[in-house]
């Protein structure tokens, strides 16, 4: 059982919209949470990460954290093309020293 | 230049052959992770390292060994590989002091066992 969860995709949205990516986990205990772009056959880039509750914004990237519902989700404004890629959600198990990665979202940005 | 560097970056291998890929970083974080990525499994951890004298295994280390030479290098063996373990191989690191668990990556080898 997955013990982080995304839906899979793709998910297509216009250039210049807002795309919405979602991510549930299973661990209560977990405290921290990171967002990793990943582009086709290319490595997990950190983009994002958030260890309290509410939003944290860097850019055109915003992150909210609701612990009690368990729910983590990646907000991209304006959308670009090259923004096209694979999100994939992590979040640290209960000891800290281990992450769990969910599958991943593709995401497509149309021009 | 790249903070976390892997090698080789792309190795065919025939089943049965014993092979080893190399992860070096320049983070100076103590921390080390060995991943592979499967199409439709996401990522899974293999082993991972604390420290040099701390190696623990992760959810999938059946097949695998590392071994820790210095706080910066960390090297994953397979020691008879197997069709099965061909996947893209990546290792990580983070900075245990900084209490986050953030991980940065390197670029990956691609393995293909046939």
């Known amino acids: 059982q997955k013990e982080v969860e995304q839906n899979s995709g793709p998910l297509s949205v216009p250039e210049g919209a807002i795309a919405s990516l979602n991510c549930t986990y299973s661990?209560?205990?977990?405290?921290?949470f990171f967002w990793y772009r990943q582009y086709s056959g290319k490595s997990p880039e950190l983009i994002m990460s958030?260890?309290?509750?509410g939003d944290k914004e860097d850019g055109r990237f915003t992150a909210q954290l609701n612990k009690a519902s368990q729910y983590v989700s990646l907000l991209i404004r304006d959308s670009q093309p090259s923004d096209s890629a694979t999100y994939l959600c992590?979040?640290?198990?209960?000891?800290?020293?281990?992450?769990?990665f969910g599958g991943g979202t593709r995401l497509m940005v149309k021009p | 230049d790249a903070d976390v560097t892997q090698t080789p970056r792309n190795r065919i291998t025939k089943t049965g052959k014993r092979i080893m890929l190399e992860c070096s970083q320049t983070?100076?974080?103590?921390?080390m992770y060995w991943y592979r990525q499967d199409p439709g499994l996401g990522l899974r951890l293999i082993y991972y390292?604390?420290?040099?004298?701390?190696?623990n295994k992760g959810e999938i280390s059946d097949g695998y060994s590392v071994s820790r030479q210095a706080q910066a290098k960390f090297s994953l063996s397979l020691e008879s590989a197997i069709p099965n373990q061909t996947a893209l191989y990546f290792c990580?690191?983070?900075?245990?002091?900084?209490?986050?668990?953030?991980?940065?990556f390197g670029p990956g080898t691609r393995l293909t066992v046939t």
């Open positions: 958030i260890y309290s509750n």
């Open positions: 661990d209560r205990v977990s405290q921290s």
């Open positions: 990580a690191t983070s900075d245990g002091a900084a209490g986050r668990n953030e991980q940065y």
């Open positions: 992590a979040a640290n198990n209960n000891a800290g020293n281990m992450l769990t």
């Open positions: 390292s604390f420290d040099v004298k701390d190696i």
């Open positions: 983070k100076g974080h103590d921390r």
